[in-house]
């Protein structure tokens, strides 16, 4: 897995030029497009206004805010002209794509206040086949995207949205803008981009669906790994997000990140989440190096930042790990990570949860919280 998202981006821009320029001689002034209060000629201005805002927020690495600036059109542009500004800007988000280094991240509000390439990609192709959708609603015209550059969409920035067997239509109800047998209407809605957390020498990149279920196939995911990995155990666990993703249960902050090292942007290992917390407010965290990158203290460090953000959550109060009662190196993880060693009741039922042989239970709680009996 080796896109970076300016294949898509290059393809969905096409894709609406090619519809719009067979109506280019038409009036978009005074037709509103679809639903939005906006004229079909705004909202294709919007479109490339956008692109061309996520280009700067990259290639400018933003930090904390929206580079302020937009663009605006010559006096006089027509329609034609518009479209040539569409396919100007998406060729420099492409360019800008193609030239980011996968670890590079730069504010965007929702809802985490950053994204990488793949998202600001994801955010951008979004933005062509939607109001594209729009103006073709207004115009009259049929618009049926290729269904790729959907699924990239769901799969990169809709990660809680059960999939379909129709990607195009799935996004269109997630975005309110049509019907879904089987689900309620959406009224408000807003994408996600991946949550990312750092430590002195890590940065915890969330996976999204289109990265897991890479990693699940035998893929690299998009990183470059350490020789020797992934690990099995992080495949294992891109598996199980893939699963929670095709049933709709996935949320995407109690999933599985991949540990890249600062220093030189490898990966590492992987470490997450079994599921989101349970009503008592109680998860479980799973973590694994490559081989060779064992011994260095990477695995604590991980596990002590992924275990503060959530521990400073109002909907997680204690987090556990089972450990094999021979697995003595993944104990000593859990011990620098701020664990303990569970009391006898709590280690006999994770005994009973669990099919594998004789387990340890290692549990960090919130500050103040008992242990269990």
Not at 3 to 10: C, I, K, M, Y
Not at 44 to 56: F, Q, T
Not at 238 to 259: I, K
Request: glycine letters at 12%.
């Amino acid at each position: 897995m080796r896109h970076r998202g300016g294949e898509q981006v290059t393809e969905a821009v096409a894709d609406a030029v090619a519809l719009l320029r067979t109506v280019a001689d038409r009036d978009w002034d005074g037709v509103k497009a679809g639903r939005l209060d906006w004229s079909c000629r705004a909202t294709a201005e919007h479109m490339a206004g956008d692109l061309i805002a996520y280009a700067g927020q990259l290639a400018g690495r933003a930090r904390s805010a929206y580079v302020p600036f937009e663009i605006t059109l010559d006096e006089g542009t027509g329609n034609d002209g518009l479209l040539d500004v569409l396919e100007t800007t998406g060729a420099l988000l492409t360019a800008v794509l193609r030239t980011t280094p996968p670890e590079v991240r730069a504010f965007h509000p929702y809802p985490f206040r950053s994204a990488n390439r793949e998202g600001f990609a994801a955010m951008g192709v979004a933005e062509v086949l939607l109001h594209t959708h729009d103006i073709a609603v207004g115009l009259g015209l049929d618009h049926e995207p290729p269904a790729g550059l959907a699924r990239f969409v769901l799969t990169t920035i809709f990660p809680e949205v059960r999939p379909d067997p129709d990607p195009w239509r799935t996004l269109l109800w997630a975005t309110g803008r049509g019907d879904l047998p089987g689900r309620a209407p959406v009224d408000g809605w807003r994408w996600k981009n991946d949550l990312v957390l750092t430590s002195d020498r890590l940065t915890l990149q969330g996976l999204t669906p289109a990265t897991a279920a890479d990693l699940a196939q035998g893929g690299d995911g998009g990183f470059d790994w350490v020789v020797g990995g992934p690990y099995e155990g992080t495949r294992e666990a891109a598996g199980m997000l893939t699963q929670a993703y095709e049933a709709g249960v996935h949320r995407p902050e109690f999933g599985v990140f991949v540990l890249l090292r600062r220093e030189d942007g490898l990966a590492v290992g992987g470490i997450g989440f079994h599921g989101a917390p349970d009503e008592e407010g109680r998860a479980e965290i799973g973590y694994d190096l490559v081989e060779g990158a064992r011994g260095r203290g990477y695995a604590a460090e991980a596990l002590d930042t992924l275990s503060r953000w959530a521990l400073d959550r109002d909907d997680v109060h204690s987090l556990c790990a089972t450990i094999e009662e021979d697995n003595t190196p993944s104990q000593r993880v859990a011990e620098r990570a701020g664990y303990v060693r569970a009391s006898a009741g709590e280690e006999r039922a994770a005994q009973d949860r669990h099919e594998e042989g004789p387990l340890r239970l290692y549990v960090r709680r919130e500050a103040g919280a008992a242990s269990g009996q």
